[in-house]
């Protein structure tokens, strides 16, 4: 009987004599060639060919992705299965990315892992000795929307273009939850990683179901399986929740990425079945609120409210006051604003232009540049939840904000500075020099002289300007009353934050209402 042929190659001697030893005397399985390098690999298979190659992904000169690459190229459908030398994520994620059918980790190699490894590509790609042609399980992938139709799948269907009966279809969406690294190709990744799905829905279906899969745009991968002669309903559904799980797995292990999954109904036809995920398209887009790493039915999932509202002038003009005066409590009008947003439910349309304004705010007062920006914007538009949103515009005005202060604080002594930084955490609280002196371990005399030289104020000024700004940043929003605004501001009399207010804006709190 002839046996399955294999290439082997791995720069380490060892690796190699242990793969060879645990094959010498299998009847299905032979080593061919085996090879030092991938240079040397490379140039054998091009004069010659094999069944399936085993490939290690850290070696010199040539990697595993680099030899990948190029033997898809002589010969595109070689299945290629990748060994690594660490359980390392990027190693995996690597070779799956750029087409390794599946992969070993060397520390758990043994006889039994990797007849399992071979047996499973076999199964996959239905390699068949005698004939040496590798033949493709029964799911096809579609990537032309129009392709996705009735009538083009039944028409290739009839034709035994692909093997798919049209009953007892359950539809499944899927969506991977995008995080993007940084200097990444964004559509790129987005493709490498749909891809990979792809090729797992590939070998966990392997030729057990019939099934299409088509990839839309956006790179969400909707699935038909094909329950063909079968007849209970709790079965098909049971099936379709365990793969649905089962893939969830994967990906996260393989992947080091979470996904988003909707399982359907069982449809009796197809028309039904594609009209479903019309459906299950529209429920995805809810990850946008209700977040990702979730596996659910279309039974269960319901479709969320969405909002035009737009965010409160008042808070707009709040937040540049804060901002312009470098005001630590701009962070808490930020995340309030971030958080009307998610509460209020602003359609992703409403949604983005928002952020694209907050964006503009903290590029206008200096708290990220136009290249940061740029990229942040480009990221938001592929995000698919609204957490990504957020921790990228908090994300930036953290960092920029807190550079700003440390560059501020280093024109004062660390006394004056942890001071400053004590009245900017309690202003609301009773302040007084003596208990800065206490916390920062000095003398009230000395800390008075130091922030008096060093500020230009002293303490009692410096901490009414600051609880003053305050009070302006209150009054902005014009939804509090001015004796309100007093008592949030730290002063306890309002007569006294009256008469404080008008010596340092020179108009009263009214006054400064009205004009702004």
Known sequence: MEKIRLALVDDELTSRNMIKKYLEKNKEYEVAADFQSGKAALE???????????????????????????VHIIDEFLPIIAISGFDDFNYVRGSLINGAANYLLKHELTQKNLLYVLDQVREKYRIVPEGKEIRYQRGYCIYDKEAFQEAKIREMAERELIRFHCHNVVPLAVSPDYKFPAGVSIAEYKQDISKAVVDMLNQILGTQYEYIIYVSKKQ?????????????????????TNLANR????????????????????????????????????????????GGN???????????????????????????????NRMKSSMDTLAEILDGMEKNRLVYGKMMQTCKELAGLLREYGFAGEEEIGHALKCMKEYEEYEQFRIEILGMYQKYFYQTLQGAARRYSPQVEQAIAYIDRNYMDDISLEKCAEITGVSYTYLSRAFKKETG????????????????????????????????????NYNYFFKVFKEIEG???????AKK
């Open 220 to 240: 969400q991968l909707f699935l038909l399986v094909s329950f063909s002669g079968e007849t209970s309903t709790l079965f098909m559904l049971n099936t379709i």
């Open 44 to 70: 054998w298979l091009r004069k010659n060919s094999v069944d399936i190659l085993l490939c290690d992904m850290q070696m010199p000169e040539m990697d595993g992705v680099e030899l990948m690459r190029s």
């Open 507 to 513: 108009v009263t709190p009214s006054e400064f209402l």
């Open 457 to 492: 104020m002293r303490f009692v000024e410096f901490l009414n300007h600051q609880r003053v700004n305050r009070a302006k940043s209150l009054l902005m929003r014009n939804d509090t009353a001015v004796k309100k605004v007093a008592e949030l501001s730290g002063f306890r």
């Open 247 to 290: 893939l969830q797995r994967q990906i996260l292990r393989m992947l080091d990425i979470t996904v988003t999954v909707i399982c359907g109904n069982v449809n009796r036809d197809l028309k039904q079945a594609l009209e479903e995920t019309e459906i299950l398209e529209t429920l995805l887009g809810d990850k946008l609120y209700l």
């Open 294 to 324: 979730r596996v659910t039915s279309i039974v269960v999932a319901r479709h969320l409210e969405y909002s035009e509202e737009e965010v409160p002038k008042s808070l707009w003009s709040q937040l540049r006051f804060e901002l312009e």
